[in-house]
Structure formats: structure tokens, C-alpha cells
């Protein structure tokens, strides 16, 4: 079964992409107030670590890029610069998987987590692995802006791939269910293959000798640790919304951080005390849930890692391990040690 494309206005999603578009207008001197007209997205946003964004807001910033961009090859260029460590918790599960076969899976299995404003899927043939892009989009683009999408996504998956794998993989092949546009002669140049287009899909093709390689960065129990996240955080966005699930989705995005009320609430645009009604009005608060999140992380990492308690305690917020140890018994009855075993 592919994973859902998200609701167009569900505002999940860090403004890490529409950040990298600002910044490459900027530098071809638009102002980032002009590029981000009509998305509701301010400017102070894109340094905001706890600002959340929808796809139809990305949608719009991109849509400006296409009007106000004297560089046809902008879509390239913000594909090389969204580098997997902009992408969270999604960035390490392909980061750390164990093989490139698994690179392929998990970027499809965990795509909702990544602003997708288009589907993606991929095959693999005795000779080759295919990644296909079946043109469904979250909304209905004009043709500029679908094929600045496409180009976008072509330019993403390359590096992404070379980033996990640590070296060089050139495309066989890259086929474009579309004209050629004036600027066809720069796509060998950004994709590193020969280009065709009015093909009957769109599809990113490379030799399957690769996909047996080992990542650069795998590493089996940080791979079973972010991959369990990540397994969560879809869960919870293919659940209907509530508030309480909005606040728990936050939480366990930033393991390190747990932003307080007060932030969460702003994050929300609401104050703490309606967050604090609401949360009630569906039989929980915010402590609970705060609770529920660090006990969720403490078993994960006692169970997939080696940190010690006091390493975790620091990365849950607590002053000390003797706090982490007291909360950990009420949670669940056990011991670290107990529970490791």
C-alpha cells in the first residue's frame, strides 16, 4: 500500500524547503518577502526551530520561484542544497539504513514526513532500479510549476543518494513525461545522464549493482531507533487530527528539544491556557503527554542503544539520572537495567 499524500493545509511540516527557495532568490536579489507573498509564511519562520508549515503554503513559495526567478535552473539548485540533515528524524533513517536497497524503501515508505507535494515510487528489475514519479499531486499545479516540481524532486533524489551512499551514482537515464522546455540543455548538466522527454512516465533510472552497497553512515541499532520513530510519526499523521495528537507529533519531532507549553501553544497560534482547555476537553494535558513522550523515548533508547542513563536523562530534560531513574519507575514499574535486559 503507498503512503497517503498529507491533507493540503495540514501545517506539519518545518520550513526547511521553503527556507533553501528564499535563500536562492535572495542571492538572485529578490526579496523574501516577495517570495513568500500569499503563503502566510513570515520571514522570522524560517529561522523559527518550532515553526510548522503545509504543503499548499510550500506550494505557493514554490509558485512564486517559478514567476519571480531569472535562473530557469533554480529547481535544480535548491534540489543540491536540501541536504538529508535538513529533514529530521527522516534524514537519519536514511542516513543510517543498512543498505541502499533499503535507502529506496524507506524514502518511499517514509515520504509523507518530507513536504511531498507529489508521489514517488520505485521498482526493481533485473537490471535496473527505477524510481517513477506517477504525477499525482497533492494539488492541481499549472505546467510550470509541475514541471518545477519534477525537476525539484529529480535533483533531490540524486543527492540524497549520493549523500547516503557517500559517492558518486550517476543516473542511466532520466525520462520526462513532458515536452522538452527552453531549458532542456541544462538537465544532463544538474542530473548527470542523458535526458529524454515526452516519455510515458517520469522516471529516474540507475544500474541495481548499487543496491547492495553499504551507506556510508549505516549503523543497525541507530537504523532500528530512528526507523521506529519514523514508523510512529507516520502513524500519527495518517491519524484523524486532534489537538492532542498535533502536540504529541511535535514533541516526539524534536527528541532533545520537548518545547514547553507556552511554545507549543504559540506553535499552534493559541495561548496556553486554550491549549490547556482543549487538551483537556479530550481527557488528557499536557504533562501527560509530555510523559508519555519521554517514556516512549526512554524504552527506545535503553532498548536500542548503548547511552548510558545519565545521556539519556539529558536528552529527555531531566536535571539529573536520579530524576530520569524515579520517572522511569512510575512510568513503567522497572529499572533501566530491567528494562534493558
Not at 513536504?115 to 521498482?123: A, K, L, Q, Y
Not at 531507533?225 to 495528537?245: A, H, K, R, Y
Not at 507549553?261 to 494535558?285: C, Y
Not at 539529558?314 to 533501566?336: P, V
Request: overall charge neutral.
Amino acid at each position: 500500500m503507498k503512503p497517503p499524500l498529507p491533507l493540503p493545509d495540514e501545517r506539519i511540516y518545518p520550513p526547511y524547503k521553503i527556507g533553501v527557495i528564499v535563500d536562492i532568490l535572495k542571492e538572485q536579489g529578490v526579496s523574501p518577502e516577495d517570495c513568500l507573498r500569499g503563503s502566510a509564511v513570515a520571514v522570522e519562520d524560517l529561522s523559527n526551530a518550532f515553526a510548522l508549515t503545509s504543503v499548499s503554503q510550500y506550494l505557493i513559495v514554490c509558485e512564486n520561484a517559478v514567476s519571480l526567478s531569472r535562473d530557469p535552473a533554480i529547481a535544480f539548485e535548491a534540489g543540491t542544497r536540501l541536504h538529508l540533515s535538513a529533514y529530521g528524524i527522516y534524514g537519519y533513517a536514511l542516513m543510517s539504513c543498512m543498505s541502499l536497497r533499503d535507502y529506496f524503501r524507506l524514502a518511499v515508505k517514509y515520504r509523507r514526513l518530507t513536504t511531498p507535494p507529489t508521489m514517488i515510487e520505485f521498482m526493481e528489475h533485473a537490471d535496473t532500479v527505477v524510481w517513477t514519479f506517477p504525477e499525482v499531486f497533492v494539488s492541481n499545479p499549472s505546467r510550470k510549476l509541475r514541471e518545477f516540481l519534477i525537476e525539484l524532486q529529480f535533483s533531490v533524489n540524486i543527492t540524497h543518494l549520493q549523500e547516503v551512499a557517500g559517492r558518486k551514482h550517476s543516473p542511466l537515464q532520466a525520462c520526462f513525461s513532458y515536452p522538452p522546455p527552453q531549458h532542456a540543455h541544462i538537465y544532463p548538466k544538474y542530473l548527470g545522464c542523458p535526458c529524454l522527454f515526452d516519455q510515458p512516465r517520469c522516471e529516474l533510472i540507475y544500474d541495481n549493482s548499487i543496491l547492495d552497497q553499504k551507506p556510508q553512515m549505516a549503523h543497525q541499532l541507530t537504523a532500528a531507533l530512528v526507523q521506529e520513530m519514523c514508523d510512529q510519526l507516520i502513524g500519527q499523521t495518517m491519524e484523524p487530527e486532534n489537538l492532542s495528537t498535533k502536540v504529541y507529533q511535535i514533541l516526539v519531532g524534536k527528541p532533545g528539544e520537548l518545547p514547553s507549553m507556552d511554545t507549543i501553544a504559540h506553535m499552534l497560534n493559541m495561548s496556553s491556557r486554550t491549549l490547556r482547555r482543549h487538551l483537556e476537553m479530550e481527557g488528557t494535558s499536557f504533562q501527560a503527554i509530555i510523559d508519555d513522550v519521554r517514556c516512549s523515548l526512554a524504552l527506545k533508547y535503553l532498548k536500542t542503544t548503548r547511552m548510558s542513563t545519565s545521556d539519556i536523562a539529558m536528552l529527555l530534560g531531566f536535571s539529573d539520572a536520579a530524576n530520569f531513574r524515579r520517572a522511569l519507575k512510575r512510568w513503567t514499574g522497572k529499572g533501566a537495567e530491567e528494562l534493558r535486559r
